[in-house]
């Protein structure tokens, strides 16, 4: 049974290039939530998908998008990069229906912005 | 709004010894609660959660934690630490209605001594 999975591993950007970040959920899990991980800290909620669309999301500007495919795989775009969005970009996915917030994490996506 | 609190910030402790690391959270109604370890440069493993029932669960690796809703806290407590338990230790708090978002602690650094 496959986890989640995320691609890059790591990424080394320049202050504002764009990026993309990608993440397969866990087997059978339709929801996906982002958090960003600075260095020191706990992750902060970014947003969530379901069916498609954006349900939630945390206090991160516009320049920070999603997406989800009809196959539950989900991308993170991070426009004008800053260097303060260096961090761990982590993905979760969850069951919608299930025990809520019973998320599974991902490795993460180590963005470096020069 | 939920918050969590980790008022330890890095705790050291011999092999062998016992840990608890300690978890306040702020939530209107009856939470979902977690723990999670993360080793460095990983994504986060769920070590045990508690939803509801018996306020005493037990997670992976021989962790557990018991649930006190006068005091608002979630420790987490092993009774024999092992020099791989070295890691992170985030608590969090889940919504028990509607979206699944999930808010962290700062988390504990854990450093084990032979």
């Known amino acids: 049974d496959a986890g989640v999975t995320q691609s890059p591993t790591h990424l080394i950007k320049t202050r504002g290039q764009q990026v993309t970040l990608r993440c397969s959920p866990k087997?059978?899990?339709?929801?996906v939530s982002w958090y960003q991980q600075a260095l020191g800290q706990g992750p902060q909620f970014i947003f969530q998908?379901?069916?498609?669309?954006?349900?939630q999301r945390g206090n991160f500007p516009d320049r920070f998008s999603g997406h989800q495919f009809p196959n539950y795989s989900s991308e993170l775009n991070v426009n004008a990069l800053w260097l303060g969005d260096s961090a761990l970009y982590l993905c979760?996915?969850?069951?919608?229906?299930?025990?809520?917030?019973?998320?599974?994490f991902g490795p993460g996506t180590r963005l470096t912005v020069t | 709004a939920q918050s969590v609190t980790q008022p330890d910030i890095h705790i050291t402790v011999s092999e062998g010894a016992s840990l608890e690391l300690r978890c306040n959270y702020s939530?209107?109604?009856?939470?979902?609660l977690f723990w999670y370890v993360q080793s460095p440069g990983q994504g986060l493993q769920l070590l045990l959660k508690?939803?509801?029932?018996?306020?005493l669960v037990q997670g992976i690796k021989g962790f557990e934690a018991e649930f006190k809703r006068s005091q608002s806290s979630f420790n987490l407590r092993k009774p024999s630490v092992h020099w791989s338990d070295a890691a992170e230790y985030f608590c969090?708090?889940?919504?028990?209605?509607?979206?699944?978002?999930?808010?962290f602690g700062t988390g504990t650094k854990l450093q084990v001594i032979p």
């Open positions: 979760a996915s969850s069951l919608e229906g299930g025990r809520a917030a019973e998320q599974y």
């Open positions: 087997s059978g899990h339709d929801t």
């Open positions: 998908y379901y069916e498609e669309e954006e349900r």
């Open positions: 939530y209107g109604a009856t939470p979902y």
């Open positions: 508690y939803f509801s029932g018996d306020t």
């Open positions: 969090a708090v889940g919504y028990s209605g509607g979206y699944q978002k999930v808010t």
